[in-house]
């Protein structure tokens, strides 16, 4: 029988395209293998996931509150039902292995999985989440991002990315991609975004700092979000609520200005481009942890989100994007800093965790 592989991963881009990227390599791997997706109707899991080709088992969802609210009270029944859900698709499609990247399905699928079939533990952040503290406990394997989690037995493996990333030549496509963004054929770009949602922060700091970039012959690429708001219209300024294809924007860019998300740290480090990370102000401070190893090899600078505005974005970026060398070195640095591998090494602990 081919091997079958469940993979937990839902909720968040950030989750599903680690879960995505490991899911294409082990079928890169072993192409007869089958492998099935967990998880819930909530979040992007029933757009993205049946796309790449993958079949989606839905499990009902079970969000783990950070303070103690009456949904802690409601939490015991919610994870009975989701575990039962699992279990039943774990014999349906006769498991040999379950790999988690956290978010909500993931701890229902260590559940589900303890004792029956071997699990493998993935986390993205440098912080792990509650479902990774937990599933790391009994898990088979357990693979990091970064160093230094906490996690038991945890494996330096890097962040899963889909090929379109780790295979980009960026040199290559510089002009087509320009091209489609109605970009200037030369001269400096500087690509904004912050994430889907945009980031008002960084909206508000490209809109302070774009005449002085034009000024000095920068042109910029903002993804400002689909509620955000834009700068004003200015030539060499491109605005779009939402970039679509990231590969292409990564390949018209010289540089990023953006938050410090697993995703995002991990994926312009692999391409090598330098980067101005603004970690968000929330949560446990885990972005401003993602983006230190990258920062430590000289692939990018940190500001602090209360730190970011326009005068800050001239006087850090303007001299790197105006210097090649300089411009050159640091991008060099982020790839060097990077774990393009990472989706594969994931694949091959996935697929020896399983026998096949």
Do not use: W
């Not at 071997?118 to 599933?135: M, Q």
């Not at 091209?179 to 909206?203: K, M, W, Y």
């Not at 990472?342 to 697929?351: N, S, T």
């Amino acid at each position: 029988m081919p091997v079958s592989v469940v993979v937990a991963g839902g909720g968040t881009a950030g989750h599903i395209e680690p879960t995505l990227a490991v899911a294409d390599a082990v079928r890169r791997l072993v192409p007869d293998a089958r492998v099935t997706a967990l998880g819930t109707e909530k979040g992007l899991d029933t757009t993205l996931i049946p796309a790449r080709g993958y079949p989606l088992e839905l499990i009902p969802p079970v969000p783990l509150p950070r303070k103690p609210t009456v949904e802690l009270l409601r939490l015991p029944g919610k994870v009975r039902r989701a575990v039962g859900r699992v279990r039943q698709v774990l014999r349906e499609v006769d498991a040999d292995v379950v790999v988690g990247f956290g978010g909500f399905v993931a701890l229902p699928a260590y559940l589900g999985a303890r004792g029956r079939v071997p699990i493998v533990v993935h986390e993205a952040n440098a912080r792990p989440g509650l479902a990774n503290r937990i599933g790391a406990r009994f898990a088979a394997r357990v693979a990091t991002a970064t160093p230094d989690t906490g996690l038991p037995r945890a494996e330096l493996v890097g962040i899963p990315l889909r090929e379109s990333i780790t295979s980009l030549d960026r040199a290559a496509l510089r002009a087509k991609a320009r091209a489609e963004f109605g970009l200037p054929d030369e001269g400096p770009v500087l690509l904004v975004f912050g994430g889907s949602q945009g980031a008002r922060t960084l909206n508000t700091a490209i809109a302070q700092a774009l005449p002085g970039l034009i000024d000095a012959g920068i042109a910029v690429l903002h993804a400002y979000g689909k509620t955000g708001t834009p700068a004003p219209a200015t030539p060499g300024y491109v605005p779009l609520p939402y970039i679509d294809d990231m590969p292409l924007a990564y390949a018209a860019a010289d540089a990023v200005l953006g938050r410090a998300g697993a995703m995002t740290v991990a994926e312009v480090s692999a391409v090598g481009l330098p980067a101005m990370y603004v970690p968000l102000p929330i949560g446990n401070g885990e972005q401003a942890l993602n983006a230190r190893p990258v920062v430590a090899k000289g692939g990018g600078i940190l500001v602090p989100d209360a730190e970011c505005d326009g005068d800050r974005v001239l006087a850090e970026l303007v001299p790197i994007l105006t210097d090649p060398q300089r411009l050159a070195a640091m991008g060099a640095a982020a790839r060097a800093s990077g774990h393009a591998d990472a989706a594969e090494r994931m694949a091959r602990i996935v697929l020896e965790v399983a026998g096949a």
